[in-house]
């Protein structure tokens, strides 16, 4: 470990998961923790069990690339996945504020600062900022994630949990989020992205921040974990990933998440619009209860209803221009 120089600031404890880095990438990444200009930080990474790089190899480009704060690397025993690591790191770190960090973006100097300064001034529980998108190269291709990815809408303030059960604007590697709501809001829903599922746990308790300028530079590359449909490869896996998925999601939240009984409400309604969908989308009827919850989600709710009947060769056209961000 190095030092550090003791402020009166909240200590911001940056939470990484690595899995297989390409180590150019992770250098990057490295070196952009290690130029942040807030004053109090700690890291700590955990390699989930990387079968080809070596956990060797990781430590040292560590040691290479932080010197300005304290910083504690493990390899867990057995793969977690993701969310499982960054699970494990949020119950064994200690701080006053969790920054999730992934292997392969790179955070302007300023980004904890800003969004430790905006929690403060606004009592948000947690608080995530817009990025630049740069490409495998590192080259700047857009300057909002919001022109990438046209259905992402940024929200502020209070009451936002309903939204957040379906549809995420919190990307984790721009979020800041008090350390208290994070331990509590282990275990994580499996069915969730960490992200996702810290965003509507802290957004059901209080308010959830937004900041409108970028504050890192978010890397898309053939292999991101949250690319849009991913995991859609046909008919078939569009039904398991896009609505058994969800499904399995709501029933969860239903039985584990301390909820108001507003959204409570909300969840009986979204398993009974699920369930349809799950019947429409296996022919075997339930539509008018899909399309009366449409409210929920218009596109899937409608598209469902056509794509079901056509080959899979079609079915696969749609979802190409819905990677492309044409729908």
């Known amino acids: ?3 550090c120089t003791e402020t009166g600031k909240p200590l911001i404890s940056i939470l990484m998961a690595v899995y297989e880095p390409r180590m150019d990438w992770l250098s990057i990444q490295l070196q952009s923790l290690n130029a942040q200009t807030y004053p109090r930080l700690r890291l700590y990474i955990r390699d989930d069990c990387s079968p080809t790089v070596p956990f060797e190899q990781i430590q040292s480009c560590v040691q290479d690339c932080i010197s300005a704060f304290p910083y504690e690397i493990r390899r867990n025993e057995e793969n977690l996945g993701s969310n499982g690591t960054f699970e494990q790191l949020t119950r064994e770190t200690e701080g006053d504020l969790f920054a999730y960090c992934d292997q392969d973006d790179e955070w302007l100097p300023e980004k904890l600062t800003v969004l430790q300064a905006a929690m403060e001034e606004s009592g948000a529980l947690l608080a995530c900022s817009d990025m630049y998108i740069m490409d495998a190269d590192g080259q700047v291709t857009a300057d909002s994630i919001t022109k990438v990815r ?3 809408v940024f929200h502020s303030g209070t009451g936002l949990a309903e939204g957040l059960l379906i549809t995420n604007f919190v990307t984790g590697c721009t979020m800041l989020v008090s350390a208290r709501e994070a331990k509590s809001a282990a275990p994580f829903c499996p069915y969730m ?13 209080g308010t959830v921040l937004s900041l409108p300028q970028p504050l890192i530079r978010y890397r898309i590359h053939g292999g991101n974990q949250t690319g849009l449909m991913a995991g859609v490869h046909d008919k078939a896996s569009y039904g398991r990933v896009r609505i058994d998925a969800v499904l399995k999601r709501m029933e969860w939240l239903h039985a584990n998440l301390p909820c108001s009984e507003e959204l409570c409400r909300t969840l009986d309604e979204m398993i009974v619009w699920l369930d349809a969908r799950q019947r429409n989308w296996n022919h075997h009827g339930c539509a008018r209860l899909v399309w009366k919850y449409r409210c929920f989600s218009m596109l899937p709710s409608i598209s ?10 079609w079915f696969m056209n749609a979802i190409s221009l819905v990677r492309k961000n044409h729908i």
Request: proline letters at 3%.
């Open 304 to 313: 469902e209803m056509i794509l079901k009947n056509v080959p899979d060769s």
């Open 1 to 3: 470990m190095s030092g």
């Open 150 to 152: 046209r259905h992402h």
């Open 193 to 205: 992205v960490h992200d996702h599922y810290l965003a509507l746990w802290c957004a059901e308790k």
